[in-house]
């Protein structure tokens, strides 16, 4: 049997508010935690709603109209849909799923940094997801 397939660090999609912001994207990780901001109640934990989902993402610094930190400075603290292909296809399948859901967009990112002739200054930034992440496996 031969091994699983790898995912490399050249390809992704990640469609947040309906635009597709991966050239911008220098790291993206969909994470999760125990959800310690808010009491979990009997319910909360049958239905196994304990724990949170986040985005830490990496990006350059753009002030361009149609860029994703433009885009946070413009959004910050609106919902929105999100869909995560890390495999950067563009419609899901068995073997390369897409993350969808509800993302909050994160505060609004830093400008700036170190002088340097070929810097390219970057930001980082979390956007919490709102409820459940969805893994869809099928077109």
Request: glycine share 10%.
């Amino acid at each position: 049997m031969p091994g699983s397939t790898r995912i490399l660090g050249k390809q992704l999609r990640l469609e947040i508010g309906g635009t597709d912001f991966w050239a911008d994207t220098m790291s993206c990780v969909l994470k999760n935690e125990e959800n310690g901001d808010t009491v979990t109640t009997f319910e909360d934990a049958a239905a196994g709603t304990t724990v949170k989902y986040f985005f830490e993402i990496t990006a350059i610094q753009s002030t361009d109209a149609d860029s994703l930190w433009s885009y946070i400075w413009d959004n910050t603290g609106e919902e929105v849909a999100f869909e995560y292909a890390p495999l950067g296809n563009a419609t899901p399948a068995a073997d390369a799923p897409h993350f969808i859901g509800t993302l909050e967009i994160g505060m609004k990112p830093d400008v700036g940094g170190e002088a340097g002739r070929k810097n390219t200054y970057q930001f980082s930034t979390r956007f919490d997801v709102v409820g459940a992440v969805t893994l869809d496996r099928v077109p």
